[in-house]
């Protein structure tokens, strides 16, 4: 390998000559393709030179973080399996060059080796190796003889690891990698840098840190030195009173100092959010005092962080309540408590919400998230968790500013009644709206385009939540009037006019139905003006700056309202609307050899919309209607997938195969003679890993043709399960999505195809086997879910008229392994959903019946049967039923003498 060549490109990455800069990327990222091994022990060696400037060693140190890592999931794991592949002798030299290029006076060094020492340490330890890495790195963040800077990287090399890492991976050195963070956090080190970074270090493995949460003396401590550290001053303005004498740093107004508060704060509202049931103690003494304090800041980045403090704690409450009322139902006593921290504090947190509702920024800010933003959400949290009781501290407010000479206090106090629609009794609220109705109404004529805009909001609202107050003949008639006046307006303005008139559409259908949701009106409220604001909303839809705020979204979306909601004598505008819709796609279609690659982004934004529309129409149309349309609508289909084939993509693939989908499950037996045709794009559509919605589209499609035509597309299933498999067994899923889906795709395929899936079922098992690992723990749920709700499927599918003992043979080498599924469900049954414990039941019900006593040994468990009386409380029928039947079968496996020991359980 060219030694010169890579370190040239190395010293060029710094050029200011923009050529040369992106010459030395292509040159480095040649040479480490080709010779991986050589180019990352040679870049090791440059980072590790002490004799080479600081700039090069940093250039160097990135460049071998790019080479064994990235952004893009697929490819970062196809780089760590790249740095597997180097030899060990190899590995352990560059790994010692990394730490020893650790030792650096230099910080910004420090970090980028820290780094590679992080991305080295993701790949190896989730693998078992390089175990001695963290116990390295905290020995050296407690050891007198470490200077600063090497302390700084240590702890900033944890945050890294801690970060990606799984519990799995890191969990033994919890208690060392706490000790680290705790001696860098502490108001005793001197160096500000330290601290923060062992504070970001913390906020990135507060999950770790349970069974030192669980002690008392430990819990103490550690809180306060989060508590301590969230006083660090602000660098903009003086240090605030401090509430608890026992947390005090002095004055210090520097950046740093502030990006350490702002890093302890969002390190409490983390704490909050893992370790609520251990927060009593420290609410009233600091932890309230903290972020009240933080809310009060001038600095936007401490104010975000208090309301998102209080935020946090409503969505605790909130889940908590839920968690109450199961338990009530189910006469039991709940598993965790609330402490009602949010009704408590209610009285100092919702003023200081009100406030900062005030602070809205003279410019549209746009998407940026600001306290005024955040505030308004706080509220509505607020509202939902301590209900009727928020009422009385909001409405004075409104009250008093609803018509303030201030547009900001006008906006304000829009925003706050807008806020506390939702939770609160709509009898308490009914008196309030109508009183405060015609103001905000009024208000979308304000001088002031953001008083319109959330004038508008407040409306939508109102139409979704006290609609009653909308629906008298006069009311319902000014408010159609002023929404279609508004939809020319700004388009943050029409965005929420375009959501008020889609509320408005479902609430007048729903009036119009009279409580008999199965029939569709002959007519409602809006008919009389149906088909001119549909026409409105399309022309908002193709507005130039429909792009902007969401409008084009909106506009769209009320479309869809308008369609799906619409009563019979608006049909034919409705027909009219199909027929426009595949027009347009049609037109866009037309135009797509002369687009420029600015408008073919523009136009597949359309696209994406429009076939969201025509979904909704589709659904609307009778089946003779439908016949009309289907060949047009499936050809605009065709030709978006062709596009996709072509590499010119509108980036509407997804929509088309959902759009299809749609048709097949209207049409039935007339789409079948289009699925030979629509292969070859589904089997493309399976080969996009990285563009899961494409995937999971395909997906979507391949069970619903399997589940409609069943055995007629048996010439078809080898290569759907082909594709199906390789999704499963191959591909890296960065999204989560594809999976679990094509997982489940595969049960799909076997309870359709019925007993000719026996050839496929030992492939299958052995491919849900070799994937069946316990991982992140969220992940893992999902993986878990799909597998044993594809082993339901491919069990039903064998079974067909009953269970030969060719087929139970094949069943019964995997028995074990889905009775291992069964109890991971059992041993996590808090955490794990409805679905996962029906499909467990599922097929514990069928293995009774399939193997009878042979089976008895392998499901008589004290904690099948907990999780089975679990499910036999759900909510769920589809969940109880499976329960209950699983209960039964097992039951007849016991003889008569030896059914007192679960009599319990079984009753």
Not at 150 to 179: D, H, M, P, R, W
Not at 188 to 202: G, K, N, Q, W
Not at 303 to 325: D, K, R
Not at 388 to 406: A, K, L, M, S
Request: one cysteine or more.
């Amino acid at each position: 390998m060219a030694t010169m060549e890579l370190k040239n490109a190395v010293e060029n990455l710094l050029s200011p000559d923009a050529t040369a800069q992106k010459l030395a990327e292509q040159t480095l990222s040649t040479l480490i393709e080709r010779e991986f091994e050589p180019s990352v022990i040679q870049l090791s060696e440059i980072v590790k030179a002490r004799d080479a400037t600081g700039i090069l060693r940093q250039s160097a140190a990135l460049a071998f973080k790019n080479a064994i890592s990235s952004k893009d999931a697929t490819i970062k794991a196809q780089r760590q399996e790249a740095w597997m592949k180097v030899s060990v002798p190899a590995r352990t030299y560059v790994k010692q060059n990394i730490l020893e290029a650790l030792q650096t006076d230099d910080a910004l060094l420090g970090r980028s080796v820290a780094q590679c020492v992080a991305n080295i340490a993701l790949t190896e330890v989730a693998r078992g190796e390089w175990a001695e890495i963290i116990p390295q790195l905290t020995a050296n963040v407690g050891s007198l003889e470490s200077g600063s800077v090497l302390k700084q990287s240590c702890l900033e090399a944890i945050g890294y690891i801690c970060e990606e890492a799984s519990i799995q991976a890191v969990g033994q050195f919890s208690n060392a990698i706490l000790t680290a963070i705790v001696c860098g956090m502490r108001k005793e080190e001197p160096s500000l840098d330290i601290r923060l970074a062992a504070t970001s270090a913390l906020h990135n493995s507060i999950d770790f840190f349970k069974g030192n949460f669980e002690k008392e003396d430990e819990r103490n401590y550690i809180m306060t030195v989060v508590c301590e550290a969230t006083q660090a001053p602000d660098s903009r303005v003086p240090s605030l009173f401090l509430f608890c004498p026992t947390f005090h740093l002095g004055f210090n107004f520097n950046e740093l100092s502030l990006q350490l508060k702002i890093m302890a704060l969002q390190c409490v509202v983390k704490i909050i959010q893992y370790y609520y049931d251990f927060m009593q103690p420290y609410m009233q003494k600091a932890l309230f005092p903290i972020s009240y304090q933080a809310m009060s800041s001038d600095t936007a980045e401490v104010v975000l962080q208090g309301v998102e403090f209080w935020s946090t704690v409503c969505e605790a409450e909130i889940n908590l309540s839920y968690e109450e009322a199961e338990a009530r139902d189910e006469d039991r006593i709940p598993t965790h408590k609330s402490f009602k921290f949010v009704l408590e504090h209610l009285a100092y947190v919702a003023p200081s919400l009100l406030q900062l509702l005030t602070r809205q920024p003279d410019q549209d800010e746009g998407d940026d998230w600001v306290p005024s933003k955040a505030a308004s959400v706080c509220l509505m949290l607020i509202a939902q968790c301590v209900q009727d009781e928020v009422v009385p501290h909001v409405v004075p407010f409104v009250g008093t500013n609803i018509q303030n000479t201030d547009w900001h206090y006008r906006d304000a106090a829009c925003v706050a009644f807008g806020s506390i629609l939702e939770g609160p009794e709509p009898s308490r609220l009914k008196g309030m709206v109508d009183q405060a109705y015609d103001i905000i109404l009024a208000m979308m004529a304000d001088p002031s385009v953001a008083v319109r805009d959330s004038a508008a909001w407040v409306v939508q609202r109102i139409c979704q939540l006290v609609r009653e107050a909308v629906m008298t003949p006069e009311r319902f008639k000014n408010t159609v009037l002023i929404l279609r006046q508004n939809l020319a307006g700004a388009p943050r303005v029409a965005a929420n006019v375009s959501w008020a008139l889609g509320t408005l559409a479902q609430a007048s259908y729903e009036v119009a139905q009279q409580n008999n949701h199965n029939v569709i009106p002959e007519t409602y409220a809006l008919s009389p003006v149906f088909a001119e604001i549909v026409e409105q909303l399309f022309a908002t839809a193709f507005r130039p700056e429909s792009a902007q705020n969401n409008l084009r979204t909106a506009a769209f979306g009320a479309v869809g309202d308008f369609i799906s909601q619409s009563p019979n004598d608006c049909y034919l505008a409705v027909q009219k609307n199909t027929v426009q819709v595949l027009g347009q796609l049609q037109s866009i279609l037309e135009k797509e050899p002369t687009l420029s690659s600015h408008e073919r982004h523009q136009y597949g934004d359309y696209c994406q919309h429009l076939l969201g529309v025509l979904q909704t129409a589709l659904k609307r149309l009778t089946h003779s209607d439908l016949a009309h349309v289907a060949q047009n609508s499936i050809h605009v289909c065709y030709q978006l997938l062709e596009l996709h084939r072509l590499q010119r993509s509108f980036q509407a693939e997804p929509e088309a195969l959902l759009c299809l989908q749609v048709l097949l499950e209207l049409m039935a037996d007339d789409f079948f003679k289009y699925v030979e045709g629509l292969n070859p794009h589904i089997h493309l559509a399976l080969t996009c890993y990285s563009e899961h919605s494409i995937v999971n589209g395909a997906l979507s499609l391949v069970g619903e043709i399997c589940r409609n035509y069943e055995t007629r597309v048996i010439a078809f299933v080898p290569d759907y399960i082909d594709r199906v498999v390789r999704l499963i067994s191959q591909v890296n899923d960065p999204s989560g999505l594809v999976k679990p889906k094509a997982i489940q795709t595969l049960g799909d395929i076997a309870i359709s195809l019925g007993t000719q899936y026996y050839n496929y079922a030992v492939m299958s098992f052995e491919c849900l086997r070799s994937i069946a690992v316990p991982q992140d723990h969220d992940v893992w749920l999902d993986i878990l879910d799909a597998i044993l709700d594809a082993c339901v499927g491919i069990i039903n599918g064998l079974k067909g008229d009953g269970f030969t003992e060719t087929t139970k043979s094949v069943i019964r080498a995997y028995v074990h392994f889905i009775i291992g599924l069964i109890a991971h469900v059992a041993n996590d049954a808090s955490s794990v959903p409805d679905g996962t414990i029906s499909s467990s039941a599922a097929i514990i019900g069928e293995f009774c019946q399939m193997f009878k006593s042979d089976i008895a040994t392998l499901v008589e468990r004290d904690d099948f049967y907990a999780f089975l009386n679990k499910g036999k409380r759900s909510t769920n029928a589809k969940t109880k039923g499976f329960c209950n039947w699983a209960l039964k079968e097992m039951k007849k496996l016991k003889p008569a003498s030896s059914l007192g020991r679960n009599a319990a359980a079984t009753r």
